[in-house]
């Protein structure tokens, strides 16, 4: 009911779709380059004590309003991502978004809201292997 009452607020139809750009970034502390190639490593880079960033993939998506995209991520970690809805207040557009990770036994599932264009970062959890986190920066676009 909400995600029809956002999309109707837009004149948007179901067949309406957001680009969604899915960077994999793993921080760490192992020494080497910062890897600052994205705007999105430079963002993260400013808020994590991490010292080092590497992209691990990088893939850009559509998704339809209601529906949902899975991303494999490494050591068998799934991110889910759908697209609730899309508002538009004062001529801005904000796109809710909700992202799902699911690593073993361990979920995250949460909404987020970021405006058209931006990038919102997810934690995707710890690596197993070593001292390194994996983050989403998830960027949508309206189409």
Do not use: C, W
């Not at 994205?38 to 590497?54: N, P, V």
């Amino acid at each position: 009911m909400v995600a029809s009452a956002l999309v109707i607020a837009l004149g948007l139809n179901a067949a309406s779709a957001l680009v969604v750009d899915v960077q994999v970034i793993e921080a760490s502390n192992k020494p080497g380059a910062h890897g600052g190639e994205s705007k999105a490593i430079r963002d993260l880079g400013a808020t994590l004590s991490y010292k080092s960033f590497q992209t691990v993939s990088q893939e850009q998506r559509t998704l339809k309003l209601g529906g949902e995209e899975k991303v494999l991520l490494p050591e068998g970690s799934v991110a889910r991502i759908s697209a609730v809805g899309v508002e538009e207040k004062k001529g801005k557009r904000t796109v809710r978004l909700r992202v799902r990770i699911e690593q073993g036994s361990e979920t995250l599932d949460t909404e987020y809201s970021v405006r058209d264009g931006g990038t919102v970062f997810v934690s995707a959890g710890k690596s197993k292997s070593s001292d390194s986190a994996l983050v989403l920066a998830i960027s949508p676009r309206v189409q």
